[in-house]
């Protein structure tokens, strides 16, 4: 796991520092190959995540020349002098994807299969993303009082609602949004035969599934009534 | 006169009725957040100095200073080069921002990424401009709720342009009140409006680059979608029953995108019964493909297993993106899609189905039913591999190895290895559900086997017969079979298969 990474300046060898989590085992595996200038070297560290909460990409290019004029001024980043030195911040878009064995196992269907155990509860989060007010608070209502018994028959397990809020930003969704884990698209399916009007069930986009402690997170949308 | 107090009454009447109703409407209609009219005193600090010199409403800016309401609450109070003095807070500063009525010095603008926090940034509108111009390729990540959401494409620049009369979204903002200003025209034919708050966070990302790395693919063309071919229905996996079919996508050239750009969405709609008149739900199973267009008519399939209406069609609210799309019974959809990018110009999307459900379910663990928040994977949530994983998933590989094996007895000694690597996985587990999932698998293999082994037996027998009539048998493939049958005999479920099992090992001896 990745935190950050530095550049330690000195007149006759910088150093390049990476702070994180590591796993010894994997060192032989980390390759230094030179780029087609002199200034540029790439670094791969296979097997490695960025923790997002304190990197915000998951790849980092850099060079060892003069830190450039910055060309953005922002309250925080004049506060972290230390992070002058990267050049350039970029999305994950930018390399082919490593893909683990254990992410390999996760991403096929059948072998995911393999990989989860059966589990007696279903989290949900329930958030208000209309522009009406409580619509969170309306839908939990519905789904506790109304169709709780409904949802947990046709999915052989228990329904709780963990949470209910509003998004932070300013975002309305036209259709209720359900997002689920890979292995729940059954249950989140059968919550959505038994909710009221249209819904778009989408798998939790793999930058939030991390973070998302609930099983699934209902987004409650303009046309909920 | 009577009329007129009448009037008067009548006129308050109704003012007061409209006001409360417009303001009852305006209560329901306003958005849980508003725009915060404080801040905290470091940013308010930093604002002052960032106003400072500028112009409002063409008014110069002689000074500006930080006042605050209580203890965490500051804003700013300005002086004006007419003398004047003013409180500003800051949901007015960004108003201002937004309008144009607040300009900064030295062609730069003032920024609130956020539509809810006070955050500010400062664009450099200059240094903006030398690198969109220097720029060859543009990052684009898809925002939240996008199905894309977290991803990118790299995509190669045609030109930058800044806003101008003649352009549709010329003084049009965004769903923050942002005024859109650039245009990027993007060499797939699309274009990105920016607005400066855009720009900002484009800038802080890195989206622009002028020299690509060498293993990065630039997009600089959408995929056309030629035609679409059905891939029959096949075996994907005895042990469990799955069965796999799918719909291949052909395009005109190589795809260069992986197919986690692929993604699929479950969309319900409610349709009108021709029949009874009534609402129906309907559920449309849809793989979206970004960076694509469809042309010409592309045939599509009425049926194709248990997917209905197969087509593909335009996506109409985002730009150079195509669906395919099916109509599905939700009782039906047991795994999701599983997309596949091939070498002949085409993405394969993999469809599954089970006859048997309880074969798909996981393990139940009893003895977990009080520990909602016990892990549901057999993995650590750290990312870092332990002995039954990296076990395990070898166990798991050798299945799977397997399975695509055609000859049934080498399919067999590869299912007695993976048996092998199930127990060693099982004998490091550390918690419940890595064994409980382990030997689900082992129960799963042993299941199998009997009805595999006495179908190899029988056929080999059978092949022997034919080819070599009169010849001697072979006395290490009896050896190797009669292993077999023994352990079939051990686990065989059902009175026939011990009937065939104790036939064949007579026949064999």
């Known amino acids: ?225 | 006169m009577w009329k007129f107090l009448w009037g008067r009454i009548l006129n308050k009447t109704v003012l007061i009725l409209t006001l409360s109703t417009v303001f009852l409407l305006a209560g329901v209609s306003t958005p849980a957040f508003a725009f915060p009219e404080y801040t905290s005193r470091q940013k308010a600090l930093k604002l002052a100095g960032v106003l400072d010199k500028g112009y409002l409403k063409s008014i110069k800016i002689s000074s500006v200073f930080v006042k605050n309401k209580g203890e965490d609450d500051y804003y700013l109070q300005a002086i004006l080069d007419d003398g004047s003095s003013r409180k500003w807070l800051i949901d007015r500063i960004r108003q201002w921002t937004q309008t144009d009525e607040l300009i900064l010095s030295n062609n730069r603008a003032l920024v609130f990424p956020s539509p809810e926090s006070t955050d500010f940034g400062v664009l450099e509108k200059n240094d903006f401009y030398r690198t969109v111009l220097n720029a060859t390729a543009f990052v684009k990540t898809f925002g939240k709720h996008d199905i894309l959401e977290g991803k990118s494409l790299v995509l190669g620049i045609l030109r930058f342009r800044i806003l101008q009369e003649e352009d549709s979204k010329y003084l049009k903002t965004n769903k923050y009140g942002d005024r859109y200003r650039y245009v990027l025209e993007l060499e797939n034919g699309s274009r990105e409006y920016l607005t400066y708050t855009d720009a900002f966070v484009l800038m802080q990302r890195s989206a622009f680059l002028e020299e690509v790395p060498e293993n990065v693919n630039v997009l600089r063309r959408s995929y056309k979608v030629r035609e679409m071919k059905k891939i029959p229905l096949q075996l994907e996996d005895e042990l469990r029953d799955i069965w796999r079919f799918g719909i291949e996508v052909v395009f005109d050239g190589s795809v260069m995108t992986s197919p986690d750009r692929f993604p699929y969405q479950v969309v319900e709609l409610k349709m009108r019964d021709p029949e009874t008149g009534q609402y129906r739900a309907q559920f449309f199973l849809q793989i979206v493909f970004p960076n694509a267009e469809k042309i010409s008519d592309v045939k599509g399939f009425k049926n194709h297993e248990y997917l209905r209406h197969v087509e593909i069609n335009t996506d109409v609210e985002h730009q150079k993106r195509v669906i395919l799309r099916a109509m599905v019974n939700p009782d039906a959809l047991d795994l999701p899609p599983f997309v596949e990018v091939t070498d002949r110009n085409s993405v394969v999307v993999n469809f599954f189905s089970s006859t048997d459900q309880s074969l798909t379910q996981p393990p139940d663990l009893p003895v977990m039913r009080s520990a909602g928040e016990l892990p549901r994977s057999v993995f650590t949530p750290d990312q870092l591999e332990t002995e039954f994983e990296t076990k395990y998933l070898e166990a798991v590989s050798m299945i799977r190895a397997a399975q695509e094996q055609m000859n049934t007895h080498l399919r067999i000694k590869a299912y007695f290895k993976a048996l092998d690597a199930l127990k060693n996985a099982a004998l490091s587990a550390e918690r419940d559900i890595q064994i409980a999932q382990a030997l689900k698998q082992r129960d799963i293999l042993l299941r199998a086997m009997p009805k595999l082994i006495i179908r190899n037996v029988q056929m080999t027998i059978l092949a022997k017969k034919l080819d070599q009539e009169g010849t001697k048998a072979d006395p290490e493939m009896n050896k190797e079979l009669l292993a077999q049958l023994v352990h079939a005999e051990r686990y065989a479920s059902t009175q026939d298969q011990q009937q065939k099992i104790a036939s064949l090992q007579s026949i064999l001896r």
């Open chain 1, 1 to 225: 796991m990745l935190d950050r990474f530095k550049l330690i300046p000195d007149k006759r060898t910088p150093f390049l520092s990476f702070e994180g989590y590591f796993d010894p085992g994997q060192f032989p595996n980390i390759q230094i190959i030179p780029g087609n200038k002199k200034s540029e070297t790439s670094v791969i560290l296979p097997n490695t995540f960025i923790d997002s909460e304190k990197s915000d990409s998951r790849r980092l290019t850099f060079a060892l020349r003069k830190p450039k004029k910055k060309v953005v001024t922002t309250i925080v980043e004049e506060e972290d002098e230390e992070d002058h030195t990267v050049k350039e911040v970029k999305t994950d878009a930018l390399s082919p994807r490593v893909v683990s064995p254990r992410e390999e196992m996760l991403l096929h269907p059948v072998t995911a299969l393999m990989s989860y155990r059966q589990f007696d509860q279903l989290n949900v989060a329930i958030l208000n993303a209309s522009p009406k007010r409580n619509g969170a608070q309306r839908m939990a209502a519905m789904l506790s009082k109304r169709h709780k018994r409904d949802i947990e028959k046709r999915m052989g397990m228990k329904l709780k609602i963990v949470n209910i809020s509003s998004v932070r930003e300013q975002e309305i969704l036209p259709k209720t949004k359900i997002y689920f884990h890979a292995n729940l698209l059954k249950e989140a399916l059968k919550l959505a035969q038994v909710l009221p009007g249209e819904q778009v069930l989408e798998p939790v986009p793999a930058a939030r599934a991390a973070k998302l402690a609930t099983d699934v997170e209902i987004f409650v949308g303009k046309n909920f009534e």
